[in-house]
C-alpha cells in the first residue's frame, strides 16, 4: 500500500515503463524475423543472466544467489518457474514471427482471469457475483473465438495460462524478482548456451552472421527482459493490487495496436466479435476490481 504520493509516483513511473517496453515487444522481435525463435529465447536467456549478474555484484547481493542455490525447494520451484516462462517467451516469439501479433496480445488480456481461477482452484478463493460474470463472460469469449476459428487459440490461451501459472510460482517462492530472474536464467543457462553452441556447430547461428542490427537486438533483449520485469516488481510494491491490475491491460492493448497498425494482420470481423466479448467481461471484472479496493480501503480511511 502506498504511504505517499511520491512513493506512488515512483510505482506509476516504474509501473508504465514496464508496460510500455512489454507493449513494444511485437515490433521487436519482429526484427528478428531472421533468427529462429530457439535461438532468440536462447540468447535472451544467456544476455539476461549476464546483465543480471552485473547488476546484482554492483548492488553487493550475488550472495542472495548462492542462499537460493542452498534452498532445495526454491530451486525447485524456479526450475518449474522458468519452464513456464520459456515456454511463454517461445510461444509468443513463435506467434510474432508467424504473423500472429494479435492473438498473442489476446494471451496478455484473457491472463488476468486466468489469475481468478486459479485463484479459486488452488488458493479456495471466493468470487463475487460479478466477478463471476466477467468469467462466465470470458469463457464465452473463447468458446465464440475458437468456434470460428474451427479450433482453440492455442497461441492466446498458451501464453495466458504459462504466464498466469509463473506469477503464481513466483508468489509463492520466497525470493526477490532479481534473484529470482538470475536463478531462473542460471538454471537455463546450460540448455540455452549448450543450444547456442550447437547451432554454431552446424552453421545455423545467426549471431555475428546476420548484420549488425540484428547481433545488438539479441544482445540487448537480455537487459531489456532483467529490466522490465525488475520495473514491475518494483511497482507492484508500491501501488495498490487493483492498479497494477488496471495498468498492465497498456502492453496488449500496445500489442493489438502494433499488430493491427504497424504488422498489418488481418482482423475480420468475426474476431472483432471475440475480442469485444472478451474485453467486455476485462471491463467488468477491472471495475470490480476497483470497487472492492475502494471498499477495503473506506474503514481505513474513515479510522
Known amino acids: 500500500m502506498p504511504d505517499s504520493s511520491a512513493t506512488a509516483r515512483q510505482g506509476y513511473i516504474a509501473a508504465l ?3 510500455l517496453v512489454w507493449g513494444g515487444f511485437p515490433v521487436y522481435f519482429h526484427a528478428l524475423l531472421a533468427v529462429p ?7 535472451r536467456i544467456v544476455w539476461s543472466l ?4 552485473i547488476w546484482m555484484y554492483r ?4 550472495g542472495l544467489v548462492r542462499a537460493a542455490l542452498c534452498n532445495r525447494n526454491v ?3 524456479l526450475a518449474l518457474s522458468a519452464s513456464l516462462i520459456t515456454l511463454n517467451w517461445i510461444t509468443f ?10 492473438e498473442t496480445s489476446l494471451g496478455y488480456f484473457i491472463g488476468p482471469l486466468v489469475n481468478v481461477l486459479l485463484g479459486v482452484v488452488v488458493l479456495s478463493e471466493r468470487l463475487t457475483r460479478m466477478q463471476w460474470t466477467s468469467v462466465a463472460i470470458a469463457t464465452l469469449g473463447v468458446a465464440y473465438l475458437t468456434f470460428m476459428a474451427g479450433g482453440l487459440p492455442w497461441i492466446a490461451l498458451t501464453i495466458a495460462v504459462s504466464f498466469s501459472c509463473y506469477g503464481f510460482v513466483r508468489k509463492v517462492v520466497k525470493i526477490d524478482a532479481l534473484p529470482g530472474l538470475a536463478m531462473e536464467t542460471l538454471i537455463l543457462m546450460p540448455l540455452a548456451l549448450g543450444y547456442l553452441l550447437w547451432s554454431e556447430a552446424r ?3 545467426a549471431f555475428g552472421h546476420v548484420d549488425t542490427v540484428t547481433t545488438l537486438l539479441l544482445i540487448v533483449s537480455g537487459p531489456l527482459t532483467a529490466s522490465t520485469l525488475y520495473l514491475f516488481a518494483f511497482a507492484t510494491r508500491r501501488l495498490t493490487y487493483s492498479t497494477v491490475g488496471l495498468l498492465q491491460y497498456i502492453a496488449p492493448s500496445l500489442q493489438f495496436t502494433s499488430g493491427l497498425l504497424i504488422l498489418h494482420e488481418p482482423f475480420d470481423r468475426a474476431r472483432a466479435v471475440g475480442f469485444l466479448v472478451i474485453w467486455t467481461a476485462l471491463f467488468l471484472y477491472a471495475g470490480e476490481g476497483v470497487r472492492l479496493s475502494r471498499k477495503q ?3 481505513a480511511v474513515a479510522a
Open 37 to 43: 525463435a530457439l535461438q532468440v529465447i536462447a540468447h
Open 75 to 77: 530451486v525447485i520451484r
Open 203 to 205: 552453421g545455423v547461428g
Open 59 to 62: 548492488r553487493g547481493e550475488l
Open 93 to 102: 516469439v513463435w506467434g510474432v514471427a508467424h504473423g500472429h501479433v494479435v
Open 297 to 299: 480501503q473506506a474503514p
Open 50 to 53: 549476464m546483465f543480471v549478474l
Open 17 to 19: 515503463s514496464a508496460f
